[in-house]
Antibody, heavy 117, light 107 residues
Framework: QVQLQESGPGLLKPSETLSLTCAVS?????????WGWIRQPPGKGLEWIAS???????YYSPSLKSRVTMSVDTSRNQFSLKLSSVTAADTAVYYC??????????WGQGTLVTVSS | DIQMTQSPSTLSASVGDRVTITCRAS??????LAWYQQKPGKAPKLLIY???NLESGVPSRFSGSESGTEFTLTISSLQPDDFATYYC?????????FGQGTKVEIK
């Protein structure tokens, strides 16, 4: 059973860099599939941010590409997200996910990140 | 980007009603569309993939269909557990996009 767990700071100041990690259990990242991040601002819809394969190949949302970096650590079976120069608009629940044939059966529980001075 | 336009944004219905939610893609996505259900404070849950395939464990009252670039999620007989927000997602490529969501409320 694939399980994903997000972790990272819950509060950031404007202009800081958001750093989140997703710890994976029940499936080795090195075995395949794309792993990704999706966010949801309070009371709003879902927005895909980025995805990564175990070999490091990435896809980034065009609207966030200039500020986003994803990385993968197969030895720790985890992957990470960095989002630079955050503003209040980046306040959201951030979910890590794993795809199956490009749709998303596996989700973490989500972690709320608030950007506020 | 492929844009997904979902309607309605809110739907009021009663237990036992037949409910239909629509998602329109801005270009052809073949059948690469999924539907998710989200309840407050929870992660989305996959209901349907490849337009009409029911995910394991999902009740058969949920169904999906397509006509060109228009996709439909139908709940044949709304149950109390179904009051939630529903999202479509296109996955024609790995540049995933979601519809804006449809909140199904109690009438």
């Amino acid at each position: 059973q694939v399980q994903l767990q997000e972790s990272g700071p819950g509060l950031l100041k404007p202009s800081e860099t958001l750093s989140l990690t997703c710890a994976v259990s029940g499936y080795p990242i090195s075995s395949g599939y794309y792993w990704g991040w999706i966010r949801q601002p309070p009371g709003k819809g879902l927005e895909w941010i980025a995805s990564i394969y175990h070999n490091g190949h990435t896809y980034y949302s065009p609207s966030l590409k200039s500020r986003v970096t994803m990385s993968v650590d197969t030895s720790r079976n985890q992957f990470s997200l960095k989002l630079s120069s955050v503003t209040a608009a980046d306040t959201a629940v951030y979910y890590c996910v794993r795809e199956r044939e490009r749709y998303l059966p596996y989700w973490g529980q989500g972690t709320l990140v608030t950007v506020s001075s | 980007d492929i844009q997904m336009t979902q309607s309605p944004s809110t739907l009021s219905a009663s237990v036992g009603d037949r409910v239909t939610i629509t998602c329109r893609a801005s270009q052809s996505i073949s059948s690469w569309l999924a539907w998710y259900q989200q309840k407050p404070g929870k992660a989305p849950k996959l209901l349907i993939y490849k337009s009409s395939n029911l995910e394991s464990g999902v009740p058969s009252r949920f169904s999906g269909s397509e006509s060109g670039t228009e996709f439909t999620l139908t709940i044949s007989s709304l149950q109390p557990d179904d009051f939630a927000t529903y999202y479509c997602q296109q996955y024609e490529t790995y540049l995933w996009t979601f519809g804006q969501g449809t909140k199904v409320e109690i009438k």
